[in-house]
């Protein structure tokens, strides 16, 4: 929570975010990231009228997802940039945000840093796993296009031409 009440008593006109947030285990529980590293915030808020305020902020750090090819680690790097306005009484979700004279900015970096979640990554040195315990992959079933996708069509066409 970061405390607004400065701007709404008209003794600030902007207050400066610099903060270091930790995303603790739980919070990160129904999700694709596995840790969340250095995750740093910076911005300001400005007060544009009596219900109204404006928020910039610079999230950076780093996202620690799974490959999907090997389930190693991969460190995905994280810079987002948010501009928008949060008012006090909207009705929407989003906007519920500001408590008495508190903002919660923890929700609002959380909301954007879960909607940068990619649907997967694949490690860049990624070798495929093709066996496993008890398991293995096999491709001598799997048939290959070496032609055009059209081929097959082709073949069928010729075949009524010559009944």
């Not at 490959?67 to 008012?87: H, M, Q, T, W």
């Not at 398991?135 to 082709?154: C, T």
Request: with cysteine; charged share 30%; glycine share 4%.
């Amino acid at each position: 929570m970061f405390d607004i009440s400065k701007l709404k008593n008209n003794i600030e006109t902007t207050l400066e975010i610099n903060e270091t947030l930790e995303f603790k285990e739980e919070t990160l529980k129904n999700t694709e990231i596995k840790r969340l590293e250095n995750i740093k915030v910076t911005g300001n808020i400005t007060r544009l009228d009596n219900l109204i305020y404006h928020i910039t902020l610079n999230i950076t750090g780093n996202m620690v997802l799974l490959c999907a090819r090997s389930l190693e680690e991969v460190n995905y790097p994280l810079n987002i940039f948010l501009d928008k306005n949060i008012g006090e009484e909207d009705e929407e979700e989003e906007n519920r945000l500001i408590l008495q004279n508190s903002l919660d900015i923890f929700a609002i970096v959380w909301e954007n840093i879960v909607l940068e979640v990619p649907l997967r990554v694949i490690k860049e040195d990624a070798t495929f796993i093709s066996k496993g315990d008890g398991w293995s992959l096999e491709d001598n079933n799997i048939k290959r296009f070496n032609d055009s996708p059209l081929s097959e069509l082709s073949n069928l066409l010729d075949m009524e031409g010559k009944e």
